[in-house]
């Protein structure tokens, strides 16, 4: 009989186990493939290739995980302070406004609409809807207008969760804002809030790429003997403990389950236990994603001082984004070249995955050579990944009340994959620390 079992060996699995096994806790992990998910570090010609993520969020709680495992030293922040980030705009690339100066140059913005911006933020309440959801476009366009909605948050949600503003859950996707605007907060108390909780996120890596905290994660469990590949097929409820069977025919007794997979993988084993759950679980989708790293060899670079370029969704193009690796992190790729990660397909662009290598070359090629005059390049490894990202649509916010009402009838299960929170490592952190932090031991 084991304290608790995670099905799943993610990021979130792996975290959870962690703090569960730091805190005493008899623990499993059950991984059916590799452990570490998405995130997938690949060391090729030279060159540090990220196949997933590319780079950390500073938040307080991933720090303190790298801290515990001591990565600390291995944190490497970008070698430009003030980096810009570009969206392509009318058949141009345009540096996303961070500080006054360039909000009030901005052509991405309407004039108008900087002004109401400005009071929002200043002086009004969090954007709010009289709705139980919203889109993302129907939640913002009010206070954004129609061309920042078009060029700013139209590619910053299809870089991010690689969907339409059209389709995307505001409720889901901007908890945070939901919640205060439907306290009538001030959006200025909300943001210094949250200011205090998170500080002020930059983007940083680690020396031995993103998987060096996955690997040292599994590790740790390994060490403890807690990792294990096999597959669950089922768990079942008896009494005050779970039974879960294996693909390998065992069957194993825990008392807490922690779920670290979601949609469909997890009603693939729930389906018993949860069927009205499962079903919902079975509706999710995932944008699928082709990723592709390209050497520029004699180091050609459009946009110096930038960390990449987002594409809007409007446009007629494959490219979701362009990251300029090497020029924040050079140690990314030799000395005298530059490395590119570029993202392909998302919810509109579901037949990128269909293509064979050389059309994916010839798509980028040509796509990279008209926008930012790109043309000796060198492709050095395409990942392709299936299920890449959750989509939260509207009414996404009923499947996680769905699960955490679950949680409240099953006493010992929990739900910390994507289903519920954001995407994002931190937030995946977050929420797997907190779920492993809460449980009480047994007397």
């Known amino acids: 009989m084991f304290d608790a079992i995670v099905i799943g060996g993610g990021i979130s699995g792996l975290s959870c186990a962690y703090r569960l096994l730091k805190r005493g806790f008899s623990t499993l992990v059950f991984e059916s493939n590799r452990a570490g998910g998405l995130i997938q570090s690949v060391g090729k010609n030279g060159f540090l290739l990220e196949c997933g993520p590319n780079v950390f969020l500073e938040k307080p709680v991933l720090l303190k995980l ?13 070698v430009i302070g003030r980096y810009e980030q570009h969206v392509w705009y009318e058949n141009a690339p345009h540096v996303v406004p961070k500080g006054p100066i360039q909000f009030y140059k901005s052509k991405l913005i309407e004039r108008e609409f900087k002004w109401k911006i400005l009071k929002t933020v200043s002086t009004g309440s969090s954007p709010s809807s009289d709705e139980d959801d919203c889109t993302v476009e129907e939640y913002l366009l009010p206070v954004l207008g129609k061309k920042a909605t078009s060029s700013l948050l139209a590619p910053a949600m299809k870089g991010v969760y690689g969907a339409s503003i059209k389709e995307l859950s505001a409720r889901s996707v901007f908890p945070g804002f939901w919640n205060a605007g439907k306290a009538k907060q001030k959006l200025i108390a909300y943001l210094k809030e949250r200011r205090k909780e998170n500080g002020r996120p930059r983007v940083f890596t680690l020396k031995g790429g993103i998987a060096s905290l996955t690997s040292c994660l599994a590790d740790f469990c390994e060490k403890e003997n807690a990792l294990k590949f096999d597959a669950v097929l089922n768990v079942e409820k008896m ?3 779970f039974i879960l069977s294996l693909g390998s025919g065992e069957k194993v007794e825990t008392r807490r389950v922690f779920v670290a997979s979601s949609g469909p993988q997890s009603s693939a084993y729930l389906r018993e236990l949860l069927p009205r759950e499962s079903s919902e679980l079975d509706t999710m989708r995932y944008i699928p994603l082709t990723v592709v790293h390209l050497a520029i060899e004699n180091g050609y670079a459009p946009l110096p001082k930038s960390f990449g370029i987002l594409y809007p969704t409007e446009i007629n193009r494959n490219l979701m984004g362009v990251m300029f690796n090497s020029q924040l992190f050079p140690h990314v790729a030799p000395k005298g070249t530059n490395l ?29 050579k008209e926008t930012l005059g790109y043309s000796d390049t060198k492709v050095l490894n395409i990942k392709r990944w299936e299920a890449a990202i959750p989509i939260y649509p509207l009414g996404h916010y009923k499947l996680n009340d769905l699960l955490k009402q679950a949680e409240r009838n099953y006493s010992g299960l929990h739900f910390i994959g994507t289903d519920l929170g954001l995407p994002g490592i931190a937030d995946r952190v977050s929420v797997a620390m907190k779920a492993a932090t809460a449980i009480e031991k047994n007397v």
């Open 340 to 368: 590119l990660t570029i993202m392909l397909g998302g919810s509109e662009g579901r037949g990128v995955m269909s293509y064979g290598d050389p059309e994916i070359i010839t798509i980028i090629n040509r796509e990279l």
């Open 239 to 241: 009494g005050n403990f």
């Open 66 to 78: 790298i801290e515990e495992l001591g990565l600390a030293s291995s944190v490497l922040k970008p």
